[in-house]
């Protein structure tokens, strides 16, 4: 009996034992396996955060990765592309250190803290700042929780391309945005970053270099800017920051090609823009007339570019409520006065060589509806272009129903805290209270344009009396038809060729 219990407690220590060493096993192998994954996945951790294949070779040196280099590719990753590559090369030619990641986090701070030293610095213009209504607790979270980059669409993209911002770029800051209040911090970041690359460059020697990067820095700060309605001095700093880097870049322009600067007295103020000249005199003169988030230093003159090949001036400007403009005067529900006033300077002043028998007007959005209203006042306009327009204000009910940052934009416009505030000065617009237009006019429509409907583009085209009116419409288009600009510009250029060049 003796006997035969002692080997029953050694069958049951055997296969305790047993189970034992299986679990054991199971651990190790588990423990392995990840392990294992670990330097697997290792190469696809630094794919992620860096889309070129140059860097797999920068960090080949790196194996099995711990948590200081975990830290040190984090960050690199939200850098600058040439920031990437002198740490890149760093470690492929001496390894990573610690150091290195103390250098790196370094760099950083000091960047967050000139950014911190140009938000204390005063306004230069000392503008009359507007306040703009607090958000509500429920807006404030929306706006925290939001996702950038899933609100960023390809339009968005296309439009930073019309700023002069590299698509990768623009795909790497957006990348580091955190939320909507996190969005000009990031861009005024990459704006300084930019500009400092710039200064280099000039004091390098290699103009053309300089002259590019001093207008994608004012890009940037364009970018941070117009889509903040929540600090009105954050977004005054990016467009100062903007308009000195467009200043910058243009001082490097040969005499004969320089944009000029004008400053043009309207009601007690003057309305600031800048005259692109045309590459031979005696051109006709095509004035731009801003969508409302837009400033007269960054999309404009990307614009103009092939307007000027094509032989036309352009003269592109801060109106009532933009840009420059906005701490002088809030947007007017006449805004077309300043498009004619304009005329009116060039005519009593013309020493540029303009041929002001032949005058264009292009509008965007908002600013489409004052180029036809100022052609319906002024027959010096000989045709216009309205892309995307309002032909009449929609009923309060509707316009309550904008977007929140579509509200904001007009609270920033006008300084108004309400919409029906808005509406009530402004809803009286309608087109079909000005005798119908009998001169060349040029509407282009999307029909997916959810800000302004077709229906607007339809209301013009029945209301316009001349024989010479267009309508160009892209069904699976969007406001504006940003994303088809491939085809608009050029549409447009050789549409004004026909009606104001000399044949």
């Given at each position: ?72 590719l984090d960050l690199l990753a939200i850098q600058p592309s040439d ?43 000392e503008p009359a700042l507007i306040t703009l209504p607090p958000l ?352 608009v510009i050029p549409y447009v250029i050789d549409w004004l060729r ?6």
């Open positions: 009996m003796r006997a035969n219990a002692v080997i029953s407690r050694r069958i049951k220590l055997f296969y305790l034992t047993a189970a034992f060493l299986i679990i054991v096993t199971g651990c190790l192998g588990f423990i392995l396996n990840g392990i294992a994954q670990e330097i697997l996945t290792m190469q696809d951790y630094i794919s992620e955060k860096f889309p070129s294949a140059l860097f797999q070779l920068y960090f080949k040196t790196l194996g099995e990765l711990e948590a200081p280099e975990m830290e040190f920031r990437q590559m002198f740490y890149g090369k760093e470690v492929y030619y001496n390894g990573f250190t610690i150091d290195l990641l103390s250098q790196l986090k370094g760099e950083i701070e000091d960047r967050e803290k000139s950014i911190e030293k140009l938000a204390e610095e005063p306004l230069s213009s509500k607790f429920w807006e404030r979270i929306l706006a925290r929780a939001v996702s950038i980059q899933k609100m960023v669409t390809t339009t968005y993209y296309n439009r930073f391309a019309m700023c002069g911002v590299d698509p990768s770029r623009s795909e790497r800051v957006v990348k580091r945005v955190r939320n909507y209040f996190d969005w000009t911090r990031q861009w005024v970041k990459e704006g300084q970053d930019v500009e400092a690359l710039a200064e280099k460059a000039e004091i390098d020697g290699n103009i053309f270099l300089a002259r590019r990067l001093f207008h994608e820095a004012a890009g940037c700060y364009h970018i941070g800017d117009f889509i903040n309605y929540h600090s009105v001095e954050e977004k005054y700093r990016a467009q100062e920051a903007a308009r000195r880097c467009y200043g910058r870049a243009i001082a490097l322009y040969e005499n004969e090609d320089r944009p000029i600067r004008l400053e043009i007295p309207f009601r007690g103020v003057d309305i600031p823009g800048y005259l692109m000249p045309a590459n031979k005199p005696g051109q006709p003169l095509i004035i731009f007339v801003n969508v409302l988030d837009n400033i007269k230093e960054v999309e404009n003159h990307f614009f103009a570019q092939d307007f000027l090949k094509a032989g036309f001036n352009i003269f592109s400007f801060d109106g009532p409520g933009q840009g420059e403009m906005h701490s002088r005067m809030r947007l007017i529900p006449d805004y077309e006065q300043a498009i004619i006033a304009i005329i009116d300077w060039f005519e009593a002043n013309n020493n540029f060589h303009l041929d002001l028998e032949r005058i264009g007007v292009i509008g965007l959005s908002f600013g489409g509806l004052f180029s036809v209203l100022a052609a319906t006042q002024d027959n010096r306009i000989d045709c216009t272009v309205n892309n995307g327009g309002f032909a009449y204000f929609p009923p309060l009910k509707h316009i309550k129903k904008l977007s929140l940052p579509t509200r904001r934009s007009v609270y920033f416009m006008t300084g108004y805290h309400k919409i029906k505030e808005f509406w009530e000065e402004f809803g009286h617009i309608d087109i079909k209270k000005s005798p119908p237009l009998e001169r060349p006019m040029l509407i282009i429509q999307g029909g997916k344009d959810e800000v302004v409907p077709p229906e607007h583009a339809y209301y013009y085209m029945d209301w316009a009396a001349g024989k010479d009116k267009e309508f160009l419409f892209f069904e699976d288009s969007n406001h504006c038809c940003q994303d088809r600009f491939d085809i026909k009606h104001l060049l000399k044949q």
